[in-house]
C-alpha cells in the first residue's frame, strides 16, 4: 500500500484561473512502513467544472534506452498520443515488452 502525503504548499499562483498564476505542491509519496518510495509518479488533475481547461500540449516523441542493462530514463512519463522509441546502446540482446490493455508489444 502506497500513501500520499501533502506537505503543503510552497507558493500559490493559480495558472488554470484567469489573471492568476500557478500553484507549487510538494508530495511526498511513502509505503506502509512510511518510507519513502523511489521513482514514484503523482498526476493531479482539476476537478470537471473547477478550473478553466489546459491548453493541449503537442504530442512528443520519448527515448528509453539501455544503457549498462539499465533503463535510460529508468521512469519516463507518457501523456495520451506520446510516441516511445526504443534504443539499445548495450552489447547485451535485451528483451523488451509490454501486456498494458492499452498497448501490447514486445521486441527481442
Do not use: C
Not at 44 to 62: D, F, N, S
Not at 78 to 104: C, I, K, L
Request: charged letters at 15%; zero cysteines.
Amino acid at each position: 500500500m502506497v500513501k500520499f502525503r501533502w506537505h503543503g504548499v510552497i507558493a500559490v499562483y493559480f495558472f488554470l484561473m484567469p489573471g492568476l498564476g500557478a500553484a507549487e505542491l510538494t508530495v511526498q509519496i511513502t509505503d506502509a512502513h512510511g518510507a519513502s518510495v523511489a521513482d514514484a509518479v503523482a498526476m493531479v488533475i482539476p476537478r470537471p467544472g473547477t478550473a478553466t481547461p489546459m491548453r493541449q500540449l503537442a504530442a512528443e516523441t520519448k527515448t528509453i534506452d539501455q544503457k549498462n542493462e539499465t533503463f535510460i530514463p529508468y521512469v519516463q512519463i507518457f501523456r495520451p498520443g506520446d510516441a516511445v522509441v526504443f534504443h539499445n546502446a548495450d552489447h547485451t540482446r535485451h528483451h523488451v515488452y509490454s501486456f498494458a490493455p492499452a498497448r501490447q508489444f514486445e521486441f527481442v
